[in-house]
C-alpha cells in the first residue's frame, strides 16, 4: 500500500521470472571423424563410356563399358588399400584415330593407368581419360592424397610405366606395325623360297 498527498492506491505486488540456464561445462569432442566427400568422374568417348568414383568409404570403382554391339559393361570394384599404382601419361595421336582421313576424337588426351590386386595377382587397366576435366583433377587428388605410396605422377612417364610393368602406347604401335609390315613379307619370303626349292 502506497500514501502519496492523501490518495490512498494500492499497487500490484512486482513480479519477477526465473529463468534457468543450463549448466555449463566443458564441450566434449566427438570421436567421429569427418567422412571424404565421393568424387566422381564421368567421359563419354567414341568408343567406349568411362565412369571413375571415389566413394566415401575407401572403395574405388572403375565402370567401363564399349560402344561396339556385342560389348558388355566392365566394373572394377575394389578396396581403396588394393590399388597399387596408378599414372596419367599423355595420349599418343594413332590412340586419338588421328590420321590422315581422321582428325581423331580428342575429346580424351590422356590414358590413366593404374594396377591393382585381386585374388593374390597384379591387374591392370587402362582407360582414356580428359585430364582437363575439373572432375578427374578433383578425383586424382583425392586419390593421391589418400594413397600417396601408390602414385607415381612424379616419376618420369617411362620410369613409372616401366615400375607398373607397362608397354607405353608408342612401343606398342611400333611392334603392331611390324608385325602388321612384317608378317606378310616373312609369308611371302617362305612361299618364294619353298617355290625355289621346288623347282
Known amino acids: 500500500m502506497i500514501i502519496q498527498d492523501g490518495d490512498c492506491r494500492e499497487t500490484k505486488p512486482f513480479q519477477t521470472s526465473i529463468v534457468l540456464l543450463p549448466k555449463l561445462g566443458k564441450k566434449k569432442h566427438s570421436a567421429v571423424q569427418t567422412l571424404n566427400i565421393m568424387k566422381k568422374y564421368v567421359l563419354d568417348h567414341s568408343s567406349a563410356t568411362v565412369s571413375l568414383t571415389l566413394t566415401d568409404d575407401d572403395r574405388f570403382i572403375c565402370k567401363t563399358q564399349g560402344k561396339g554391339a556385342?560389348?558388355?559393361?566392365?566394373?572394377?570394384?575394389i578396396p581403396l588399400s588394393d590399388l597399387r599404382n596408378f599414372c596419367r601419361v599423355e595420349t599418343t595421336n594413332p590412340?586419338?584415330?588421328?590420321?590422315?582421313?581422321?582428325?581423331?576424337?580428342?575429346?580424351?588426351?590422356?590414358?590413366?593407368?593404374?594396377t591393382y590386386s585381386k585374388n593374390g595377382k597384379t591387374k591392370t587397366k587402362r582407360i582414356f581419360i580428359n585430364s582437363n576435366d575439373e572432375d578427374f583433377e578433383r578425383l586424382l587428388n583425392a586419390l593421391t592424397k589418400n594413397r600417396p605410396d601408390a602414385s607415381l605422377q612424379h616419376l618420369p612417364k617411362e620410369e613409372a610405366l616401366k615400375k607398373m610393368g607397362v608397354m607405353s602406347a608408342k612401343k606398342a604401335v611400333r611392334?603392331?606395325?611390324?608385325?602388321?609390315?612384317?608378317?606378310?613379307?616373312?609369308?611371302?619370303?617362305?612361299?618364294?623360297?619353298?617355290?625355289?626349292f621346288s623347282q
Not at 590412340?95 to 593404374?114: A, H, M, P, V
Open 70 to 77: 556385342i560389348d558388355k559393361p566392365k566394373v572394377i570394384d
Open 175 to 196: 611392334i603392331f606395325l611390324w608385325l602388321l609390315i612384317g608378317i606378310p613379307v616373312l609369308i611371302a619370303l617362305i612361299y618364294s623360297v619353298a617355290n625355289l
Open 95 to 114: 590412340q586419338n584415330l588421328r590420321g590422315f582421313r581422321s582428325e581423331g576424337d580428342f575429346s580424351y588426351n590422356s590414358e590413366f593407368i593404374f
